[in-house]
């Protein structure tokens, strides 16, 4: 079943929302965002809405903004960016198309409850731990530079949330950061360090994040998968997720 734009819509607000950018400017229905460098989608254009300024000028706003600090100007689309044509407009002035990812969701009522009990213990803490980001950068080889920047955007989040520690025999074995806000749960930096897979580690974390939203509230789950992580993706599918649309990036030529 094809998703209405208005869902798309909803989910990248929500998304969008849970975190924040270290500078964000609003340009016409656009969102102009930028976040030192880390995660493409924070230092991307989210197109909202059309506006009302000619397309034109609004684009080489945005081309200003990400060249003022030094990063090759950058959108993020989905089949609910506007206005409509977007992607055409920024083939003919050369930019080119980048893999993205799947949004992925699932019911929370739906979610299984139990599972994995015996493995470890969850740790739950409103900020992020050094052994959250030394297992984080284990499971994703992200670098202790990037590592540091993460933690300062991540630590500016002004929603309910909650940093997950799996703890086995006291190591970290998973991680994951969640954010719950309305009717919606984000899931985001879930990973595992790589003596710990397949044993079921991603999985307990998935509940124990699913468990915390559904006290706060949340109805709907969301997260972001790259399309070539065929063992992620395995695992959310066991726990009922399906791409509800995907987004790819959109750059300047350089």
């Not at 229905?29 to 397309?55: H, I, M, P, Y």
């Not at 929603?159 to 009717?183: I, M, Y």
């Not at 990973?191 to 044993?199: E, G, K, L």
């Amino acid at each position: 079943m094809t998703p209405s734009v208005e869902s798309i819509r909803a989910i990248e607000t929500a998304a969008a929302d849970a975190l924040p950018c270290k500078v964000l400017e609003a340009d016409d229905g656009w969102r102009l965002r930028f976040k030192d460098g880390v995660t493409r989608r924070g230092n991307s254009v989210l197109a909202e809405q059309g506006g009302r300024d000619r397309l034109a000028a609004k684009i080489e706003r945005a081309e200003a903004f990400y060249l003022s600090y030094g990063k090759v100007p950058r959108f993020q689309l989905t089949d609910a960016s506007l206005p409509v044509g977007l992607r055409t407009t920024l083939a003919g002035k050369g930019y080119s198309a980048q893999r993205g990812a799947l949004v992925q969701t699932a019911d929370l009522s739906a979610l299984p409850e139990s599972g994995e009990a015996a493995i470890g213990r969850v740790r739950w803490a409103p900020f992020a731990s050094s052994r959250w980001l030394e297992a984080l950068g284990l499971g994703s080889g992200e670098s202790a530079a990037s590592l540091t920047i993460r933690a300062e955007n991540l630590a500016a989040v002004s929603l309910p949330k909650v940093f997950l520690e799996l703890d086995v025999n006291d190591t970290v074995a998973a991680v994951g950061f969640a954010v719950a806000a309305g009717r919606y749960l984000g899931l985001f930096n879930l990973a595992t360090v790589p003596s710990q897979r397949r044993r079921g580690a991603g999985g307990r974390v998935l509940r124990a994040a699913a468990a915390w939203g559904r006290e706060r509230g949340a109805r709907e789950v969301y997260l972001q998968v790259h399309p070539d992580n065929v063992a992620a993706q395995a695992l959310y599918a066991s726990f009922g997720f399906t791409t509800h649309h995907t987004y790819d990036y959109w750059e300047a030529p350089s």
